[in-house]
């Protein structure tokens, strides 16, 4: 799909005002965000953030307490059956059936949808050679490796051809390699058109796969746009990371004052914002400071996410 039939097609999801309460806690407080069509869209944020919330919200199965939601152009509280047709849902933790055999998890999962056999026969064999797990057609799901699994559970959400991927936290808890490839597979389908929704709280995982995301923090979107645009909007271009012993870096702080452009303050190092990473390196060299080790990176969404809130992705 182009960029300009996205342009000017309507969005898949609009959310106003958008509240999820639960009892005296407000898990999502008030967010507006649009999705169109054909592109991939984060929600990132730390545990607790009220990425899941949302998600649950837009897959119609968590009813929302105030404000406005249209999804594919229903209202899902409304019309929850008909939506749910017609998406595919990623869930946090795999619901796999482990007694089947691989393919046969499919199989079931398409009758859900009226999908007849026949149909399903070479959509089955399409989406097993899609996660790469053709080979592991007969096998039982419990003898798969949990990469393996996620990649199936994505291959399940794709059985109906659903017009919106609803994915949450798709890479929680898998090696390097796993989630690496998992992003292939996901770049693929978002190559291919398919509309990607997913929470994330890794922050290279959102820089890869989505064209725009909303960060949150505490139920609230505390920052919007492209990944790129984030950073150039709330981060300077590279960042200079000095670690220290613990408990050491705050008592440093003030010997690198005026060295950048500003400094974070953690307990085992600073980290310090510039546009040039290697002369400020220098600088601290220079200043007679000792740290353990120094990192000249490349700023990104974690440093977004520090320099909006005082704290990382992860705490």
Same mark, same amino acid.
């Given at each position: ?45 730390? /545990? ?46 795999? /619901? ?8 046969? /998890? ?62 949450? @936290? ?53 920052? /919007? ?20 012993? %613990? ?12 060295? %950048? ?30 740290? %353990? ?8 969404? @974690? ?13």
């Amino acid at each position: 799909m182009t960029k300009e039939a996205c342009a000017v097609s309507h969005p898949l999801i609009v959310a106003r005002g958008l509240v999820k309460r639960f009892g005296d806690f407000t898990a999502v407080d008030g967010i507006d965000f649009t999705v169109e069509q054909g592109e991939a869209f984060g929600f990132l944020g730390p /545990n607790g953030a009220g990425k899941s919330s949302t998600m649950r919200m837009i897959g119609a199965t968590s009813s929302r307490t105030e404000g406005d939601l249209l999804v594919l152009g229903h209202d899902p509280d409304r019309a929850g059956p008909d939506v749910r047709a017609r998406l595919g849902v990623v869930p946090q933790d795999d /619901n796999l059936d482990l007694e089947l055999s691989v393919s046969d /998890n499919l199989y079931v999962y398409g009758r859900y949808f009226g999908i007849s056999r026949r149909e399903l026969k070479p959509r089955v064999a399409e989406l097993l050679e899609f996660a790469r797990l053709a080979e592991r057609a007969g096998d039982r799901v419990d003898d798969l490796s949990g990469g393996m699994k996620r990649r199936l559970t994505i291959a399940r959400s794709l059985v109906n051809k659903p017009e919106l991927l609803l994915l949450d @936290e798709p890479t929680t808890g898998l090696d390097p390699q796993a989630r690496h490839l998992l992003w292939d597979r996901l770049y693929s389908l978002k190559h291919d058109g398919v509309t990607l929704v997913l929470t994330t709280h890794y922050m290279e995982e959102a820089e890869q796969l989505c064209d725009r995301l909303v960060v949150m923090d505490k139920g609230h979107i505390i920052a /919007n746009g492209s990944p790129l645009e984030l950073i150039a909007t709330y981060v300077s271009r590279e960042v200079v990371e000095l670690r220290f012993p %613990a408990g050491q870096a705050p008592e440093m702080a003030a010997k690198v004052d005026g060295l %950048a452009q500003w400094v974070e303050v953690l307990a085992d190092r600073l980290l310090l914002y510039t546009d040039d990473g290697d002369a400020t390196a220098e600088e601290v060299a220079a200043s007679g400071l000792s740290p %353990a080790s120094t990192l000249v990176r490349r700023a990104g969404l @974690e440093d977004v996410f520090m320099s909006l809130t005082g704290r990382g992705l992860t705490d």
